[in-house]
């Protein structure tokens, strides 16, 4: 297929993190250079987790490929030209202290209003077929472990993380206005990665993955997953490959032995905001700790069966 993909601006969600009071939209900000991070007090317990090296963009690569890996997606190659589109927007918005995918001409650091312009700026060649995405987070933790996984839990993003025909990763950092910008582009130019394959899926959480968070706070995310509540359970997802559709007929999740928990579900016939090819349940309520869960999805992917079941254990 040479169809380009992108993903829709509104799904180039952010992640506000309950952490974007006092900081405007617009005007102008320090314009200082970028200070040096130091890893956060929230460290990675998890067994096989990488180490922390205090480098924000670097940390929060690593972690995007741990968790992918976990999912059995392929990892992505860092890609010295996303990279730098990816420190030019981090560092516009510092500069002009707002949290935003798109930039204005004129202001300081502008280098493209589109993601798709920045490529380009930074160099980056999109030749067809290609794909390409972006997500942002702003907070005052530094580690690029935190905004890494605060970006895989909240589920818009996610979509965009756990994309399988990636195949280059850019992440870059800025600090400062009391925030680290954390920004990560995605890409697949001139062909795209193994994805998962016709009719297939990738879970998340994954098949027996332990220590899964219990809950997500809603309003946190930009678009609001679950407008109407803020603390909700820890969301879980099927990815198809970028060009696919996921048709869903039953998605469900119990603690083991219990009953079917109550959820939303987010799927392209419910929720605009979903993209074809994915589909998740956020349960309306928190998970309960150390508790084996049960997820059950049947539906298809391009008309092909695709039932799963699978398990994983809460922290």
């Known amino acids: 297929m040479n169809t380009p993909h992108r993903w829709n601006t509104s ?15 617009g005007g102008g900000g320090s314009t200082a250079g970028v200070t040096p991070v130091t890893p956060s007090s929230t460290l990675p317990t998890e067994p096989g987790a990488p180490t922390l090296t205090g480098n924000a963009a670097l940390d929060g690569y690593n972690w995007i490929n741990y968790r992918r890996q976990l999912t059995g ?23 002009n202290n ?13 280098t493209g209003a589109t993601l798709e312009a920045r490529l380009q700026a930074a160099g980056y060649q999109l030749v067809r077929p290609f794909a390409f995405g972006e997500v942002i987070s702003a907070a005052s933790d530094t580690s690029g472990f935190y905004h890494a996984e605060e970006l895989i839990t909240a589920i818009y993003h996610r979509f965009v993380i756990f994309e399988p025909v990636f195949r280059e990763v850019g992440a870059g950092t800025a600090a400062g206005n009391g925030y680290t910008y954390f920004t990560a ?54 990815h198809a490959d970028i060009s696919s559709v996921i ?32 589909a998740a349940i ?34």
């Open 11 to 25: 799904l180039w969600a952010l992640v506000l993190a309950a952490l974007l009071s006092g900081c405007g939209g």
């Open 185 to 238: 582009d995605f890409a697949a130019s001139g062909g795209y990665g193994p994805g998962v394959g016709r009719g297939k899926l990738a879970v998340y959480p994954a098949a027996s993955q332990s220590r899964v968070a219990l809950n997500f706070f809603s309003d946190s995310e930009s678009p609001d997953p679950v407008p109407n509540q803020n603390e909700v359970g820890y969301p879980i997802s099927v």
């Open 73 to 95: 997606l392929t990892s992505l190659a860092r890609n010295a030209l996303l990279d730098k589109a990816a420190l030019d927007h981090s560092n516009y918005q510092r500069i």
């Open 282 to 315: 956020v349960p309306l309520n928190v998970l309960k700790g150390a508790t084996v869960y049960d997820v059950t999805f049947a539906g298809t992917v391009d008309g092909v069966q695709a039932n799963r079941s699978w398990s994983f254990t809460t922290k």
């Open 98 to 110: 707002t949290i935003t995918h798109d930039e204005i001409s004129g202001r300081p650091g502008f």
């Open 247 to 278: 048709s869903v007929q039953s998605f469900t999740v119990r603690p083991r032995g219990g009953n079917d928990l109550s959820v939303r579900l987010l799927a392209r016939a419910s929720d605009k905001e979903t993209p074809p090819s994915v």
